[in-house]
């Protein structure tokens, strides 16, 4: 089974429309973060969160949100998709400092297409 | 200027070349370095972490640093088809978050 899973994998919506992306661990892992990919552009970090209680912005963060459920998991919202949201998206875990996993563990992406 | 400069490619060889992927950065505060594979439609993964100056080699994957010359690489020796993918650098000083660079598309021809 996959460390890092996100839900959905593919998704289409409308401008306007609120959506919400969703990553799961396995890993046991207190860091969580979400990054958009964009060609041309590379990864982009739009939030991260140290543990449950802590939330910090990325680069990016204007036109998201996100929600810290639980260790394992951390939401991502398009509270009003626009076009220019239309990107991969990936959610990545890592370990506390000082080891080999305090590098960054991908999930497989979820493809967002806003029209 | 972006903190690390990745040429995007593509860079496109013959099955059993060795390949190089390089990149530089500005910030002489980096001390861990990575790189990573990301096929299409996959999420990254993680293929060589280094820290600090020197080589480590995993196989057919060698990764080398150049603190002085803030100058990263990655050799990829007898390359596959397999091998494929877009290569991205990463760097990042103590705890803080890494920054990456905009990846390299590599295609091994056979």
């Known amino acids: 089974d996959a460390d890092v899973t996100q839900t959905p994998r593919n998704r289409i919506t409308k401008t306007g429309k609120r959506i919400m992306l969703e990553c799961s661990q396995t890993?046991?892992?207190?860091?969580m973060y979400w990054y958009r990919q964009d060609p041309g552009l590379g990864l982009r970090l739009i939030y991260y969160?140290?543990?449950?209680?802590?939330?910090n912005k990325g680069e990016i963060s204007d036109g998201y949100s996100v929600s810290r459920q639980a260790q394992a998991k951390f939401s991502l919202s398009l509270e009003s998709a626009i076009p220019n949201q239309t990107a991969l998206y990936f959610c990545?875990?890592?370990?506390?400092?000082?080891?080999?996993?305090?590098?960054?563990?991908f999930g497989p992406g979820t493809r967002l297409t806003v029209l | 200027q972006k903190e690390v400069e990745q040429d995007p490619g593509p860079l496109s060889v013959p099955e059993g070349a060795i390949v190089s992927l390089n990149c530089t950065y500005s910030?002489?505060?980096?001390?861990?370095f990575m790189w990573y594979r990301q096929y299409s439609r996959k999420g990254p993964e993680l293929l060589m972490y280094?820290?600090?100056?020197g080589n480590k080699e995993d196989g057919r994957f060698t990764a080398q640093v150049d603190k002085s010359s803030k100058y990263i690489s990655l050799f990829i020796r007898d390359s596959q088809p397999s091998d494929s993918a877009t290569y991205l650098c990463?760097?990042?000083?103590?705890?803080?978050?890494?920054?990456f660079g905009r990846g390299t598309s590599l295609i091994v021809h056979p």
């Open positions: 990545a875990t890592s370990g506390p400092t000082g080891g080999r996993t305090d590098t960054q563990y």
């Open positions: 890993k046991g892992h207190d860091r």
């Open positions: 969160s140290f543990d449950v209680k802590d939330i």
């Open positions: 910030n002489s505060a980096f001390q861990y």
């Open positions: 280094t820290y600090s100056s």
């Open positions: 990463a760097m990042r000083r103590g705890s803080y978050i890494p920054t």
